[in-house]
Structures are given as C-alpha cells and as structure tokens.
C-alpha cells in the first residue's frame, strides 16, 4: 500500500477548469491502477476515473467523459485529473486511490481535496 496526498482542489467558477494531483510515495507506483473518486454533501462517494499504470489505458464515468482527463507521470509518482467546464454539480470532495493489484480493488485512499464549484 502506497500513501497518496492530493492537491489542487479549490473554488472555480462555472465553466472554469482545475487541475488535481495525486503524489505517491513507493518505488512501485508505476504498476498501480489508479483511480479518482468524488463525494458530494450527502451523498455516496461515486467512481470518476481511472488510468491504468502504463497510462495507456483510461476509463471515465459518463459524468465526466469529455470533460476530464486523467493523465500519470511514474517519474514524478503523481496521478492527475485535468478537470474542464466544471459544474457546481461537480462540487465535492476529490479522492485518489490505488487499486491492489491481488484484488483489484481500491484499498488505498488518499484524504482528499476539495472542489468547490460556483455558480
């Protein structure tokens, strides 16, 4: 398990853009899946995107598609969410997450990074 920090979050008016990071520590983070997940006030934290560890392999939620982009520099150990046209519907707290390559599942969360969104 890695430990993962985002950054970047913060308020932007509608139709704006943000980029969100992801830096993770380990030698191996290159061989990580990895994910992006949201959570808006009251509701369940729901799935954005995710890059597969070559970065040649990207898969977004229909929310998101054509809007964001997830990118990965290994060399840099960071995982990116390039986030356009925002919505206030996109307001929530943003998550990165490693997925266990033994289980395929996202066990590793970072603490997230609030986005906030204006009308």
């Known amino acids: 398990q890695v430990q993962l920090v985002e950054s970047g979050g913060g308020l932007v008016q509608a139709g704006g853009s943000l980029t969100l990071s992801c830096a993770a520590s380990?030698?191996?983070?290159?061989?990580?899946?990895m994910g992006w997940f949201r959570q808006a006030p009251g509701k369940e934290r729901e799935f954005v995107a995710d890059?597969?560890?070559?970065?040649?392999?990207?898969f977004y939620a229909e929310s998101a598609k054509g809007r964001f982009t997830a990118s990965r520099d290994n060399a840099k150990n960071t995982v990116y969410l390039q986030m356009n046209n925002l919505k206030p519907e996109d307001t929530a707290v943003y998550y990165c997450?490693?997925?266990?390559?033994?289980?395929?599942?996202?066990?590793?969360w970072g603490q997230g990074t609030q986005v906030t969104v204006s009308s």
């Open positions: 380990g030698r191996t983070f290159s061989r990580y899946t």
């Open positions: 890059i597969s560890w070559s970065g040649g392999t990207t």
């Open positions: 997450a490693a997925e266990n390559p033994k289980s395929n599942v996202y066990d590793c």
